[in-house]
């Protein structure tokens, strides 16, 4: 399982359980996107896996961001460094 979610008083709750690669990239920001898409909340809190992804890990959370933004929804990160929430351009929690 890459990812499990939760959501509480409109707001989607995403733990993404380890860093991707490659091969499941896709799939997890698929899987996001099909969240966010089904539930429109009013917000998405996306829980990562280290501090400093990796390069595809950071892909899919771009690509939720973007998404996310283009709803008008905000996006924030729990467990990404400061210099990773920069690069996104997103909140922590």
Same mark, same amino acid.
């Given at each position: 399982?890459? =990812?499990?979610?939760?959501?509480? &008083?409109? $707001?989607?709750? $995403? !733990?993404? &359980?380890? +860093? @991707? +690669? *490659?091969?499941?990239?896709?799939?997890?920001? @698929?899987? %996001?996107?099909?969240? *966010?898409?089904? &539930?429109?909340?009013?917000? $998405? $809190? @996306?829980? %990562?896996?280290?501090? +400093?992804?990796?390069?595809? !890990?950071?892909?899919?959370?771009?690509?939720? &961001?973007?998404?996310?933004?283009?709803? /008008? =929804?905000? @996006?924030?990160? !729990? /467990?990404?460094?400061?210099?990773?929430?920069?690069?996104? +351009? %997103? !909140? /922590?929690?």
């Amino acid at each position: 399982m890459l =990812i499990s979610h939760t959501l509480r &008083h409109h $707001v989607l709750h $995403v !733990t993404l &359980h380890r +860093d @991707l +690669d *490659v091969t499941n990239r896709a799939a997890a920001a @698929l899987q %996001v996107q099909a969240l *966010v898409q089904a &539930h429109r909340p009013t917000r $998405v $809190v @996306l829980a %990562v896996p280290s501090a +400093d992804p990796t390069p595809a !890990t950071l892909s899919a959370l771009a690509r939720a &961001h973007r998404m996310c933004t283009s709803l /008008g =929804i905000p @996006l924030a990160l !729990t /467990g990404a460094s400061t210099r990773t929430r920069r690069l996104l +351009d %997103v !909140t /922590g929690e």
